[in-house]
């Protein structure tokens, strides 16, 4: 029987959130690429979380300042 | 002293070298910061777990045997001591019950007629606004704290699955498990301002 090329929707938002960052190329990943380039909204999500990462990356730190340091060698005792 | 290898440094300061151990401080105070600011998203309670950090490093030390990386032994130590601030009911006002993901409303058969909104574009090099940092801010700290401590190890930190269960002492599944939950209501916190 020929396997459907289309896998659902339910079975990419799984494997889309299990393996975001990783470049897998096993059938499973081919066959998620494939229901990709047919589905909009499965597309649309994947951007949408790798979007959400990337702004948690890009948020600003703030670096520790001179005085905090002191303090901590202080503390510390060193 | 930048160029002496941070294994002879450990060594230095597990004899008791202050110097040693200025330098150790000096070259991780901002990966213990900027981490324990990430999952705390308050600075005083990121100086505060530096500070808690540091004295375990310093009282500590010579328990550490090298078979992992130094800055796995620093993340642990820091996940422990945000840990230790729930606990103390510090880090978690505002988290939330975290389920399994649910799938967003549509399904391939009616991909044509209910299109899910794409989002607003945010190029990489601008800055982010005032307004979406604070819908990141209270989004993240809806998440509880063992949640956040995987999202931004894994995501953020970039840290492997095997690195990440080890500092947080979960299993790999575990991680796997909260990592995809933690991605999927972060995406859902900012869809609303992401798409207005």
């Known amino acids: ?78 | 002293m930048t160029d002496i290898p941070e294994t002879f440094l450990l060594e230095r300061a597990k004899r008791g070298d202050k110097e040693a151990f200025q330098e150790i401080l000096r070259t991780n105070e901002n990966l213990v910061y900027g981490f324990a600011f990430k999952v705390c998203r308050n600075e005083e309670y990121a100086k505060e777990t530096l500070q808690d950090t540091f004295i375990s490093v310093f009282r500590k030390l010579n328990q550490f045997d090298g078979r992992s990386k130094f800055s796995t032994w620093l993340y642990s130590i820091v996940a422990k001591n945000c840990l230790m601030k729930r606990r103390r009911g510090k880090l978690e006002q505002s988290s939330v019950p975290i389920g399994e993901p649910v799938m967003p409303e549509h399904t391939h058969e009616d991909a044509a007629s209910t299109t899910l909104p794409a989002w607003k574009n945010t190029p990489l090099d601008e800055t982010i606004s005032s307004e979406l940092r604070q819908i990141m801010d209270e989004a993240i700290q809806k998440l509880p704290v063992d949640y956040r401590l995987v999202f931004i190890l894994r995501d953020v930190e970039g840290q492997s699955a095997e690195e990440t269960a080890k500092i947080t002492e979960l299993s790999i599944p575990a991680v796997k498990s909260r990592l995809r939950r933690a991605r999927v209501f972060l995406r859902e916190q900012l869809q609303e301002y992401m798409t207005t």
């Open chain 1, 1 to 78: 029987m020929k396997r459907d090329p289309h896998i659902r929707c339910r079975k990419a938002f799984r494997f889309i959130c299990n393996n975001l960052d990783e470049d897998i190329d096993s059938p499973q990943c081919r066959e998620v690429r494939n229901h990709l380039d047919g589905c909009e909204n499965c597309k649309i999500y994947l951007d949408n979380l790798k979007e959400t990462i990337a702004l948690y990356r890009k948020y600003p730190t703030p670096t520790l300042s001179r005085d905090a340091h002191t303090k901590l060698l202080k503390i510390l005792k060193i």
